[in-house]
Nanobody, 118 residues
Framework: QVQLVESGGGLVQPGGSLRLSCVAS????????MGWYRQVPGKRELVATS??????NYADAVKGRFTISRDNAKNTVFLQMSSLKPNDTAVYYC?????????????WGQGTQVTVSS
């Protein structure tokens, strides 16, 4: 089993910055994908992901404004969010994906609220 604990959400004005953190614990494989998704009305959408080999992927809406990074030794992933906009307001969820030959594993944190408002 794997547990994910997020922190760093809050209220910020448009144009401001926030940094989210997510610490994973438990049975974590050396090869995995960690990332962030956000809940918007009707769906949970990808924000950014980082594979343990260093490859990253971003949603078009956040490219150039958000940066994902990770500390593999501490099983931690970060999301640095800059130039925040009101439509970035959402609950942000940390995600970890890993797999064996026989099974895929998909874990989620409890979510952290990000509100962008003046």
């Amino acid at each position: 089993q794997v547990q994910l604990v997020e922190s760093g959400g809050g209220l910020v004005q448009p144009g401001g910055s926030l940094r989210l953190s997510c610490v994973a614990s438990g049975n974590i494989f050396s090869v995995n994908s960690m990332g962030w998704y956000r809940q918007v009305p009707g769906k949970r959408e990808l924000v950014a992901t980082s594979i343990s080999n260093g490859r990253t992927n971003y949603a078009d809406a956040v490219k150039g404004r958000f940066t994902i990074s990770r500390d593999n030794a501490k099983n931690t992933v970060f999301l640095q969010m800059s130039s925040l906009k009101p439509n970035d307001t959402a609950v942000y969820y940390c995600n970890l994906k890993q797999r064996t030959v026989h099974q895929n594993y998909d874990y989620w944190g409890q979510g952290t609220q990000v509100t962008v408002s003046s």
